[in-house]
């Protein structure tokens, strides 16, 4: 009940990865003294005949050693460390190298050297922080390869393609296969040459040892909790000269903030604070120091649905409390936190389980996850390039001549892409403004109503204005209902006509409709569903207002009605929900209200539609009631005017019946 595209990005995120640690020798000739082989980590050594470079992190001691006498190296080098080192910025960045001028020697082939670069794109604390290249088998390779004029030799050929005419073009092939150009291994598939190559580098030597062994490698690194500012639990250690580091004794748990530090000054206000920091140490009684980082706050954010479970517990979980109540049956909220709060809270859980204070029998702390959209917005700027706010800005013209102007300065402005509201690029609503001129109802209806949850949400102005005209409608539907149908209290009829049940029928499917459509988090389904209800019910308001007379059970019906639309809108329009259930006559508050039962017997039609054919085509269909018995089907089915011309007089030899779903006439 996770979206697949959080349980990807965690995956990824954590980046297990099944590979090989593959052992290369240096040639002699241009290595740096004491450096005689390179060690990469791969999980493609079914590709190894692919190989025409090898890349090191800049700060691999293998580099190290050879900008020791290469200066022009050491430049590249400390380039690379100021362009920075996340993932983010080696997606983003140019792929480059540096020919260090030493050669690998190819762990199938003692004559096949390989140039080895410095490269920008290779981190240190991945693998070994070497790779080898293969740019037929891997995108980022392809393009360095291209980069720098190095040979690209195709070795997995895709389904249907001819290995005569195979060539490497614009993208590289990284999925599944059957080798080409790779000697012992070729014709084999991807997977069966991954294990040949596997078995053959783990029996062959280099020195006395094998050149590979297998390995699991992980992307996920270790998390530094620790923070330099006052924002945070404080961490429970106090430094002893005698002693060392110390704990903070449970009895004296939690360590609390004080509340008199001063933010006068840059850094962290606890390491200044002239009382705070200072204790006597837990073990000898010498004067001590507090230790003043404070723990990064996603360390709260990962358990503190745990503590909800007994708040008030003298120990930090109640073993039975959380047992109980979790794990949390369904978490709304942003994608950003995906790798992040998400994957820690489930770290967390698991590790509160281990170490006995949940259930062991309970892994993972949220059952069922929604992430919902952003809000977005056009962007717009000045003449002179700076980001202006949507209320500077006036608007000439609809679709593709709409203008902008700067009010200010009455000069034109630029409407440019929409994206998500930030301060950066002023694309922001102001909430109070919104409430101000349309109401928090009104608000919410759009957003609601806009697109389904888990997508962003573009905020218009036109998509305000016509949620505004709904809930305008809905009020004035609601004082109609009050002034024409039956009083609050009325007893129920016993007996309803046609037209009565008709709209009892349409205000029980939407109450059920919509019901699900909330419980399945489709708020834009449900609200389309109320849109539909509302038409229905207007448009038998009118018509008993046509005949200026209500009959006494179409009355109850109105009020039963009106009191179900009511409640259908409350929990999105709660405060237009609570006046128009108080003009319906109740001095009671909806949000008490439990959810409306449905009459089962409502959701189900009196009448059905079957298709009528003759012959095996289909010429009409045919309204009828559910329950009708054969013979009237078939008596109905014969007197349509389709049918009749299509029998040409002559009398049918067959009529086949399959109930409640088809009539097929045999002439």
Not at 206 to 227: A, C, E, M, T, Y
Not at 341 to 368: K, M, N
Request: hydrophobic fraction near 40%; charge should be negative; aromatic fraction near 8%.
């Amino acid at each position: 009940k996770w979206p697949e595209k959080v349980r990807l990005m965690q995956a990824n995120w954590i980046g297990r990865s099944e590979g090989m640690l593959v052992r290369w020798a240096l040639d002699a000739e241009g290595a740096p003294q004491g450096h005689k082989e390179l060690e990469i980590y791969t999980t493609r050594p079914d590709t190894l005949f692919g190989a025409s470079f090898m890349a090191i992190a800049p700060d691999h001691p293998l580099a190290k050693a050879a900008a020791e006498t290469n200066p022009e190296l050491a430049a590249f080098a400390e380039e690379c460390r100021r362009l920075g080192t996340s993932v983010a910025d080696l997606e983003t960045a140019e792929k480059r190298g540096f020919d260090t001028g030493i050669r690998a020697v190819h762990p199938f082939d003692p004559d096949w050297k390989v140039p080895v670069y410095v490269a920008n794109f290779v981190l240190m604390d991945y693998g070994t922080g070497a790779i080898f290249g293969c740019p037929a088998g891997d995108q980022r390779d392809l393009d360095f390869a291209r980069a720098y004029d190095l040979p690209v030799i195709p070795v997995i050929l895709p389904a249907g393609a001819d290995a005569a005419t195979f060539a490497i073009g614009e993208d590289a092939v990284d999925g599944d296969g059957t080798m080409i150009n790779s000697r012992f291994l070729d014709g084999l598939s991807t997977r069966e040459a991954f294990e040949e190559a596997a078995t053959r580098l783990e029996g062959a030597k280099l020195g006395k040892k094998p050149v590979g062994q297998r390995k699991v490698n992980f992307r996920l690194r270790d998390w530094g909790i620790s923070r330099q500012r006052y924002w945070g639990c404080p961490i429970p250690i106090v430094h002893c000269e005698a002693c060392g580091v110390v704990p903070v004794p449970a009895a004296e748990l939690p360590v609390k903030l004080p509340d008199d530090a001063s933010f006068d000054k840059p850094g962290n206000p606890l390491d200044r604070h002239p009382t705070w920091k200072h204790v006597p140490c837990p073990t000898c009684g010498a004067p001590a120091r507090r230790e003043t980082d404070t723990m990064d706050t996603f360390v709260d954010s990962s358990w503190y649905f745990v503590r909800f479970t007994a708040p008030q517990a003298s120990g930090p979980v109640d073993k039975d409390a959380a047992s109980y109540w979790l794990p949390v049956d369904q978490y709304i909220g942003g994608i950003e936190h995906a790798i992040l709060h998400l994957l820690y809270s489930r770290f967390f859980f698991r590790a509160i389980a281990d170490t006995g204070h949940g259930s062991r029998e309970l892994r993972e702390p949220f059952a069922a996850l929604f992430t919902q959209g952003m809000v977005t917005h056009e962007t717009y700027k000045s003449d002179g390039g700076s980001w202006l706010l949507p209320s500077e800005v006036r608007f000439d013209g609809e679709g593709a001549g709409r203008t902008a102007v700067e009010i200010a300065s009455g000069r034109p402005a630029t409407i440019g892409s929409i994206e998500k509201m930030s301060k950066s690029k002023k694309n922001l609503v102001d909430p109070d403004d919104i409430i101000a001129g349309w109401g928090a109802d009104c608000a919410r209806w759009f957003m609601l109503s806009d697109s389904p949850p888990e997508r962003d949400v573009v905020w218009t102005e036109a998509g305000i204005q016509g949620a505004g005209r709904f809930v305008q409608r809905a009020w004035r539907l609601v004082d109609e209902v009050a002034r024409v149908a039956a009083p609050a209290g009325t007893s129920r009829p016993a007996d309803f006509s046609a037209e009565a049940t008709e709209l009892r029928r349409a205000a029980h499917k939407a109450v059920h409709a919509v019901a699900q459509s909330i419980e399945a988090l489709r708020f834009n389904v449900a609200v389309a569903q109320i849109y539909e209800f509302t038409n229905v019910l207007s448009a038998h308001l009118a018509k008993s207002q046509g005949t200026g007379k209500t009959s006494e059970d179409l009355s109850w019906a109105l009020r039963e009605a009106g009191e179900l639309f009511v409640q259908m809108i409350g929990p999105m329009i709660p405060h237009l929900g609570e006046e128009c259930w108080a003009r319906l006559g109740y001095n009671t508050l909806l949000a008490n209200q439990p959810w409306p039962a449905v009459e089962t017997g409502l959701l189900v039609d009196d009448k059905i539609t079957i298709a009528v054919q003759v012959n095996g085509k289909r010429r009409d269909e045919l309204l009828i009631a559910r329950d009708a018995k054969e013979d009237e089907v078939r008596a109905a089915a014969l007197k349509l005017e389709a049918v009749v011309r299509a029998l040409e007089g002559k009398e049918p030899k067959k009529v086949i019946v399959v109930p409640q779903r088809i009539v097929n006439v045999v002439a």
